[in-house]
């Protein structure tokens, strides 16, 4: 019989497991769940339970873990990157961000990714599989004990397409903001889409408080198309629409990602076609310096300082709400996928 992931589990599923498939009493599952969510990784961690629930819980369920097969610290601004290795050998990583308003930390929610878009280093050599909603949980859990202090922000924006891997996205969701585990409000989540416009429409129906970003880069669709081949599924038009969707369900301020492509994307002219597409919504453009990736130095470069201005100037002055990202652990690959991507390519050890 298969074991079962617990972690993996929403808190009602571990309830009908620890009260249906165990027979044992509900009280239970807040006990258990408390402590998976404190990142215990045995069940002799859990020192309220008997030796026989510990043991009838090693017999059918098990706790999933993450092993560091790197770690490395920015000198800059302490910025942390892990590169964890799962059960299964993948590798993923994730990143500790420190704020003025609090620690962030940034997850991936797959090997891989299935997206291509062509700046990204997340996507080569595809995807290999989704992760479950105890992997992803796992990064939190890691990084907080790790660091030994507590998490307050949440980004999916790490390695994969979230809404890719829905159903165990949504589960971590839920176990990520439950009053007996980690207990990270929604509003201090925000999760990040390349565009897959009939899914922001089923999570516009869930109506969860989290901010939704969207990768954007293009302010039309022949350079969309370029760069991002989810645009030739989903153009801009239906995924502005989407957007506006989600704002009016949900009443949530929509994050537009810009990254900045050295002519590509980066003219004054695509500001304003920008500013154009987006005006009168209730939106914040996050443009970022993109960062130039190996295997695409030809192609993808990263735009001017003064190219980065005038880009911001022309938004702000036609009214728009935008700010350039501050570039965090520069001096350590911070930005996701390349890590992994260093290590997937290094002879095994
Ligand atoms: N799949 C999701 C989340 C992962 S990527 C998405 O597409 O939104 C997180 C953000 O980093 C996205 O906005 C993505 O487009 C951007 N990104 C990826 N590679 C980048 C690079 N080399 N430079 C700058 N931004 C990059």
């Known amino acids: 019989m298969a074991l079962t992931d617990l972690k993996s589990l929403t808190y009602n599923q571990l309830n009908s497991f620890i009260t249906n498939e165990l027979g044992e009493a509900p009280f239970r599952t807040k006990q258990i769940f408390s402590w998976l969510h404190k990142g215990v990784t045995s069940f002799d961690e859990m020192t309220n339970l008997s030796k026989a629930l510990r043991q009838k819980l090693s017999q059918t369920s098990y706790i999933s873990k993450l092993e560091t097969e790197r770690k490395q610290v920015s000198k800059l601004d302490c910025t942390t990157k892990y590169l964890f290795r799962l059960d299964d050998g993948n590798c993923i990583e994730t990143v500790v961000m420190y704020y003025k308003h609090g620690i962030s930390v940034c997850v991936s929610s797959q090997v891989g990714c299935a997206m291509g878009c062509r700046f990204c280093a997340s996507t080569i050599g595809g995807k290999l599989r989704s992760l479950n909603a105890g992997e992803i949980l796992d990064q939190i ?61 089923k999570l516009a129906d869930e109506n969860l408080p989290i901010t939704l970003s969207v990768s954007l880069h293009a302010p039309n669709d022949e350079i969309r198309n ?124």
């Open 141 to 201: 859990l890691f990084a907080q004990k790790d660091i030994g202090e507590r998490i307050s922000n949440i980004v999916m924006m790490g390695i994969g397409e979230p809404l890719d891997n829905y159903d165990n996205v949504m589960a971590f969701l839920q176990n990520v903001n439950h009053p007996d585990g980690v207990n990270i409000g929604y509003r201090h989540i925000s999760l990040s889409t390349c565009g897959l416009v009939d899914k922001i429409y």
């Open 226 to 349: 370029s760069i991002m081949p989810v645009n030739r599924k989903y153009n801009i038009h239906e995924l502005i629409t989407a957007c506006k969707a989600y704002l009016e369900k949900t009443g949530r301020r929509i994050s537009f990602e810009y990254s900045l492509i050295s002519g590509v994307n980066d003219s004054v002219e695509n500001a304003r076609e920008l500013a154009h597409l987006l005006k009168g919504m209730l939106c914040h453009i996050n443009l970022i310096p993109v960062n130039s990736i190996e295997e695409r130095r030809d192609s993808i470069k990263k735009s001017t300082s003064e190219n980065i201005i005038k880009f911001l100037n022309e938004l702000t002055r036609l009214g728009m709400n935008a700010t350039v990202r501050r570039e965090l652990g520069s001096d350590i690959d911070a930005s996701c996928g390349q890590l992994r991507k260093k290590r997937m390519s290094e002879p095994k050890a």
